[in-house]
């Protein structure tokens, strides 16, 4: 761009049939050009964002790029690589440098059963070797690049690769699960005086840095949240949108059953920092209906006087042998609720029908969905109850429904680009959930 204000001439590009390349530009104006606008927060003169970490005797740095350093440990998403440089500071002796990544699934029943572990996977390259001719030292910096898998095999299953996670249940039977990812170096420097214990004193000794990072695969539903569903004359409304499962709740003493439909978006996939939605309908005789008010939804009410709740539900499943065993398998499992619903009146017919919508508030603390890993497992239900405060004298049976769901960690972009901005330190795209996880898993 020309320095005469008063004569703007724009550089000359290509015609388009025959541009090859995009024109070339610079971060910084060059002699001939000045900043017409300039915004600090995207200066491409700072220093990119490292996790960094250095050896206790300071011979070596590991620095991992594309990372918040304000984070405790990297984090790296679906089909990510591990990029990173080896800073070299001492290289005298050094005769070779590797670098690995590595995932590992730990396993440990607190009864008869033992401890099992499992290597997800290896993923290992030298970085340098000395030449015994040339005699060259050590280069004071090694660049490297190692993917992570996307999936891993038990030696009978393939999986999608599971995330960092950490489960246990106390108590007799009890469990103890890991997830755990790590990268290490090892700058190999072997002994001057042979056969002497490896010594920093005496100049020998490995020097190895090794640290746990976070794998953290992003996943989105296939489709936004539907439009919600609207009341009409004898009924709710429905929609290919949403997807509807029917119970009862039986009577007690010959009376009419409660007709119960549960409506949720078909997909069945939902995003851990939103809300699930919900709608669910109630119809029976006038009577019965009548009858079962007291015990139905209330719209303000504290969870102890509720009787009818829905609730998002999480099972933690741990196998060590994961087989069976005469026919029964020998699994341990913990449920939690990880999210409570809460209703808003939706509408009634006459006095055969009501209606309620509502969302289910999932846990802050939940930061990855379902998945399998041999025999560690997490599975996602969202669970309807009515339970009676005295079942000997209530006029219905108690009530559980259970429908089995996915937890993604995005949400589905509402404009239909299929792109979403991201602000933490995950630079991989999302997937969709049906890409990586397929259907929805039974929960049992």
């Not at 300071?58 to 679906?78: A, C, I, K, N, S």
């Not at 209530?394 to 299929?418: H, I, W």
């Amino acid at each position: 761009m020309s320095t005469t204000a008063t004569n703007l001439n724009l550089p000359a590009y290509p015609t388009p049939s025959s541009q090859i390349h995009s024109p070339t530009y610079t971060a910084v104006p060059q002699a001939h050009e000045y900043r017409l606008a300039y915004n600090a927060r995207l200066n491409p003169n700072r220093s990119p964002r490292e996790f960094v970490k250095q050896a206790k005797n300071g011979g070596v740095t590991l620095r991992l790029g594309g990372q918040d350093d304000r984070v405790t440990f990297p984090v790296y998403g679906y089909g990510a690589s591990v990029e990173g440089t080896l800073d070299i500071h001492k290289r005298d002796g050094i005769t070779s440098v590797e670098v690995q990544i590595e995932g590992t699934l730990m396993m440990e029943e607190l009864a008869e059963s033992g401890t099992t572990n499992c290597k997800l996977f290896l993923n290992k390259t030298i970085l340098w070797v000395k030449d015994r001719v040339y005699e060259a030292p050590c280069p004071r910096s090694l660049s490297f690049s190692l993917p992570l898998p996307t999936t891993f095999s038990d030696g009978v299953k393939s999986y999608p690769l599971p995330p960092s996670h950490e489960a246990h249940l106390s108590g007799l039977p009890g469990f103890r699960a890991r997830i755990n990812y790590s990268i290490s170096v090892i700058a190999v420097k072997p002994n001057i005086i042979p056969h002497a214990v490896k010594s920093t004193l005496l100049g020998g000794g490995d020097w190895t840095i090794s640290t746990p990072f976070v794998y953290l695969p992003r996943t989105r539903p296939s489709s936004p949240l539907p439009p919600p569903l609207v009341p009409g004359q004898w009924g709710i409304i429905e929609t290919s949108q949403w997807k509807v499962f029917p119970t009862l709740i039986h009577a007690n003493q010959g009376g009419h059953d409660i007709m119960v439909k549960l409506y949720l978006p078909a997909s069945r996939t939902f995003c851990i920092r939103e809300s699930i939605p919900f709608h669910i309908m109630f119809s029976s005789s006038a009577m019965s209906l009548a009858a079962f008010m007291p015990l139905g939804p209330m719209v303000i009410a504290s969870l102890k006087t509720q009787h009818t709740k829905i609730q998002l539900l999480r099972q933690t499943t741990v196998d060590v042998r994961n087989a069976l065993i005469l026919g029964t398998r020998t699994d341990i499992w913990r449920v939690d609720y990880i999210g409570e619903g809460a209703f808003r009146h939706a509408g009634e017919g006459g006095a055969h029908w009501i209606a309620f919508s509502g969302d289910i508030y999932i846990s802050p603390d939940i930061k990855v969905g379902g998945f399998r890993a041999g025999g560690f497992s997490i599975k996602d239900c969202i669970v309807l109850t009515m339970t009676p405060p005295d079942i000997s004298k209530s006029p219905f049976k108690e009530l559980r429904f259970t429908v089995p769901v996915q937890l993604a960690t995005d949400p589905c972009p509402r404009d239909g680009s299929g792109i979403v901005g991201y602000t933490d330190q995950t630079s991989s795209p999302s997937i969709s959930s049906s890409d990586e996880f397929g259907a929805p898993p039974e929960f049992g």
